[in-house]
């Protein structure tokens, strides 16, 4: 799995959006780019995944540039409870049968949301 | 929505006693991984499974083992806990592209 890059801490006030950058300047064709994050004390939580397109869901949104070698995920109205660590993956998309796909997290980036 | 339910939230435990730690998913995923996180490790696989009755160890399995007898269930094992094994064990069920995490179970071994 192709190593990402993410700055250790970001602030964003409530309200706001919060945009979350991660480097993978070695990301290969067929890896896809994960978000996950994880609250303090809880288990991870994914939240979006994109090949080479933007993707929007209920939660956010994942940009990646055309060259794919990075990305950024976006919070659009970010809360208190948005408050987490938030891990950005690269990794080939997980096939059937044996190829089971563990997860590797980094350091992640620690979002803190103030009032 | 999956729902990953893990048996505690915390756990105390003798060093030397036998502890399971059970993991129950309701989405009919074959797939299901215990990990456990370390502050400054991140995230390590002790075993997975594929399959019922099918297992394989991931990278740190020493001292651990599973059993899977129902495709919903898959539970952790220490056969003789030590005080190194005091961790967060995140257990996981995966769909095709996504895994999705219990709440995790903070043990702690004295």
């Known amino acids: 799995d192709a190593k990402t890059t993410q700055p250790p801490s970001m602030d964003c006030a409530e309200g706001r959006a919060a945009n979350l950058p991660c480097n993978h300047s070695?990301?290969?064709?067929?890896?896809?780019v994960y978000w996950y994050r994880q609250i303090h004390s809880q288990g991870p939580q994914y939240i979006i995944h994109?090949?080479?397109n933007n993707e929007t869901n209920e939660m956010a949104s994942l940009i990646i540039t055309e060259d794919r070698k990075s990305s950024t995920l976006i919070l659009p109205h970010a809360t208190l409870r948005d408050t987490a660590v938030y891990y950005c993956i690269v990794r080939v998309a997980v096939l059937g049968g044996t190829s089971y796909g563990k997860l590797t997290f980094g350091q992640g980036t620690i979002l803190t949301v103030h009032p | 929505d999956v729902k990953v339910t893990q048996s505690s939230r915390y756990l105390v435990k003798r060093t030397g006693e036998k502890v399971f730690l059970e993991c129950v998913q309701d989405?009919?995923?074959?797939?299901m991984f215990w990990y456990r996180q370390d502050p400054g490790l991140g995230l390590r696989l002790i075993y997975f499974s594929y399959d019922v009755k099918m297992k394989e160890k991931g990278d740190i399995p020493e001292g651990y083992s599973v059993s899977r007898e129902k495709k919903e269930r898959f539970s952790l094992i220490l056969e003789s806990a030590s005080t190194n094994q005091t961790s967060m064990y995140l257990c996981?069920?995966?769909?095709?592209?996504?895994?999705?995490f219990g709440p995790g179970t903070r043990l702690t071994v004295t």
């Open positions: 996981a069920s995966r769909s095709s592209y996504e895994q999705y």
């Open positions: 994109g090949l080479k």
């Open positions: 989405m009919d995923h074959e797939n």
């Open positions: 070695t990301i290969s064709g067929n890896e896809y």
